[in-house]
């Protein structure tokens, strides 16, 4: 049975464009209405993962935590982020369980260490198995503060923790934006960005090089940052950047039916 790692965009689960700590949650019950209409119609295991928005860019740049945690204050706004992440989990959980999904929190600050802010012990082996015991069940990671070796602690994106579980349960990645893909420039500035339908090892520099980082607060640098994570992590799987904000694109995604959006084969 395939699995597929699902990561739900910070820009399309929050109000991210307007920096407030709200979820949209009409948004997050369609989402899981989808998703359980995929599941009845035989789409495989799926690992969850979603964005952080302002419950964790905001607090970050908020606190100066980006590069690490050494001060009492720095300390403070560690927790602070974890917990509001936190919150943010629960409501997403809370949207997928009101439709009858099984699904399961893990905080990647308990199972996830870093060293200058790259991964360097992951344990996957709970996940691993709760995929194991019932394909129903779906394990629900998010954006958060993880300990640091060398920093103290540090930001571990969603993004990262797609590429990651990725790699390492070889899986399908699907990354739902609040855009159909992956556009030359930055499509809700500039009127002329183009599309790219397909990114593969010709084209990933000129593309990485057009790409724009994020307008709004994002310390994992928006676009640019899902791309070199990609890049660094997921040669020889197949990756679909696509809109979740269109109705009906989360199910066709999983069910691999015909989506707009960009497709990554590195």
Same mark, same amino acid.
């Given at each position: 049975m395939e699995t597929t790692v699902l990561k739900l965009g910070g820009g399309v689960v929050t109000e991210k464009d307007a920096n407030r700590r709200s979820a949209r949650v009409d948004v997050l019950r369609r989402l899981a209405r989808e998703l359980r209409s995929a599941r009845e119609q035989g789409a495989g295991r799926i690992v969850l993962v979603h964005g952080a928005g302002p419950f964790g860019h905001s607090l970050v740049a908020e606190h100066g935590i980006a590069d690490g945690v050494a001060s009492p204050r720095q300390v403070e706004g560690f927790v602070a982020t974890h917990a509001s992440m936190r919150e943010l989990d629960e409501l997403v959980l809370g949207a997928l369980r009101a439709e009858g999904l099984l699904a399961v929190a893990l905080p990647p600050c308990?199972? $996830? /260490? *870093?060293? !200058? !802010? +790259? &991964?360097?012990?992951?344990? &996957?082996?709970?996940?691993?198995? @709760?995929?194991?015991?019932? =394909?129903r069940i779906i394990p629900v990671l998010y954006g958060d503060m993880v300990a640091d070796r060398a920093l103290g602690a540090s930001v571990v994106s969603g993004d990262v923790l797609v590429a990651e579980l990725g790699r390492r349960l070889r899986a399908r990645v699907l990354l739902g934006t609040d855009v159909p893909g992956i556009f030359t420039a930055d499509p809700k500035r500039d009127p002329a960005a183009r599309p790219v339908p397909r990114i593969d090892r010709g084209n990933l520099a000129a593309v990485l090089e057009s790409v724009s980082p994020a307008a709004t607060v %994002?310390?994992?640098? #928006?676009?640019? #940052?899902? $791309?070199?994570?990609? =890049? +660094?992590?997921? +040669?020889?799987?197949?990756? $679909? /950047?696509? %809109? @979740?904000?269109? *109705? #009906?694109? @989360?199910? !066709? =995604?999983? $069910? !691999?039916?015909? &989506?707009? #959006?960009?497709?990554? @084969?590195?």
């Open positions: 308990a199972c $996830l /260490v *870093q060293e !200058r !802010r +790259a &991964v360097r012990d992951f344990f &996957v082996e709970p996940i691993e198995r @709760l995929l194991a015991l019932d =394909a %994002d310390v994992t640098r #928006g676009m640019r #940052g899902k $791309l070199e994570a990609i =890049a +660094a992590s997921l +040669a020889g799987l197949e990756v $679909l /950047v696509f %809109d @979740l904000g269109e *109705q #009906g694109a @989360l199910e !066709r =995604a999983l $069910l !691999r039916r015909p &989506v707009a #959006g960009t497709e990554i @084969l590195l």
